[in-house]
């Protein structure tokens, strides 16, 4: 069975700078990788108006965190995923916690939370402060 080149591997190919049409371009993921891996050029096309405005923003601007998490799994980029060892090792570890929570601690809204947490950074640098002030909306 023959198989079929990936996106990846048909840009990547030397001497190549091929135009791609994005047909139901969307908010312009396939359109903004294709650029990034050697396309020559893009037409992105899209019936929906609101689609077509995304894609625009898309292709001149920073991505949105799933528009990078989309774009590092189509490049094969792991290093933002957890691996299998990684969540069953953050669940053992949890396990305690799960089993037994300790009783939760109010503290007044809008604040960085309880003075008791506090007591959880001794030893460390401690928390760093937001730059905003305190907020009165709720988290």
């Not at 992105?44 to 405005?53: C, F, I, L, R, W």
């Amino acid at each position: 069975m023959r198989r079929m080149p990936t996106q990846r591997q048909q840009l990547g190919r030397e001497g190549r700078a091929p135009a791609v049409l994005d047909l139901g371009c969307g908010t312009g993921l396939l359109s903004a990788y294709c650029l990034k891996h050697g396309a020559g050029s893009v037409v992105a096309v899209d019936t929906n108006q609101t689609m077509v405005n995304l894609c625009r923003r898309a292709l001149g601007r920073e991505k949105l965190p799933y528009e990078q998490l989309l774009g590092d799994a189509l490049d094969g980029d792991m290093t933002r995923f957890a691996t299998q060892p990684i969540i069953e090792g953050t669940w053992t570890a949890l396990a305690p916690v799960v089993a037994d929570p300790p009783p939760a601690t109010v503290y007044e809204p809008g604040t960085m939370g309880p003075e008791t947490a506090d007591k959880l950074m001794e030893g460390y640098h401690g928390w760093i402060q937001p730059v905003a002030g305190p907020s009165d909306r709720p988290a």
